[in-house]
């Protein structure tokens, strides 16, 4: 079985050795990485000066996997997901999640389309997050959307003084939304963030949790 790298032709297995290339062209451990999904999002033309839908793969990291938690720390490193980066790194090991309902507990990055696909450069990488899945819908107790970190404009600009990327967000959202088709997601948000979550189809039912109800 494999999987059809959109645009590019190549066929490649599921799950594939991965190499982290950061922007010191220095390597990190390969890490056993897993095509989760493809989605998109929106980049800048600068000749055209409009933003255009622009593949995006979203892919999962192995928590089991010493050398997946390795590469991570490099991803986090970046000055846009240290905060948040540093307390996905303190969960990655202990069994914060490990209830009798949650199935899973994964963390993915959202990166552009990798050329061959064996290498990530840490540049390429547009936001993580971590998510917690139930083994069923539990009145009170859903699917969560346990944080998520995308690149601030500021750190990607180009001449024109734009974001290269745009709709981050949206595209790891409704990445999720396609992983996990008929489950219910829960997100605790920022009072700032509300808006954003209400335009991805997240119904406000307390101060800052939204659900979104399949």
């Not at 590019?8 to 897993?34: E, R, T, W």
């Not at 928590?63 to 997946?68: A, G, V």
């Not at 209830?99 to 959202?110: E, F, G, H, M, T």
């Not at 974001?163 to 992983?179: P, R």
């Amino acid at each position: 079985m494999c999987v059809k790298l959109l645009k590019q032709g190549i066929c490649v297995h599921p799950m594939i050795k991965v190499d982290v290339l950061n922007s010191n062209n220095n390597y990190s451990p390969s890490f056993s990485a897993a095509l989760a999904m493809k989605t998109s999002v929106l980049r800048y033309n600068p000749a055209t000066r409009t933003y255009k839908p622009f593949a995006a793969d979203l892919i999962k990291f192995d928590k089991k996997n010493p050398e997946d938690y390795e590469s991570m720390k490099q991803i986090c490193g970046l000055s846009d997901f240290q905060t948040l980066g540093s307390y996905l790194l303190k969960l990655w090991t202990n069994n914060t999640w490990n209830w009798p309902a949650v199935k899973s507990n994964s963390v993915y990055a959202l990166t552009t389309p990798q050329k061959n696909y064996d290498i990530i450069n840490t540049d390429d990488v547009l936001g993580i997050t971590e998510f917690v899945e139930n083994k069923e819908d539990i009145p009170g107790f859903y699917n969560q959307i346990m944080f998520m970190i995308t690149r601030k404009p500021y750190q990607a600009s180009n001449r024109s003084g734009l974001s290269n990327y745009s709709e981050i967000g949206t595209g790891m959202v409704d990445a999720l939304k396609d992983l996990y088709p008929q489950k219910s997601i829960a997100v605790f948000s920022e009072i700032e963030a509300l808006p954003f979550w209400e335009k991805q189809g997240f119904s406000t039912v307390g101060d800052r949790k939204l659900i979104y109800y399949v």
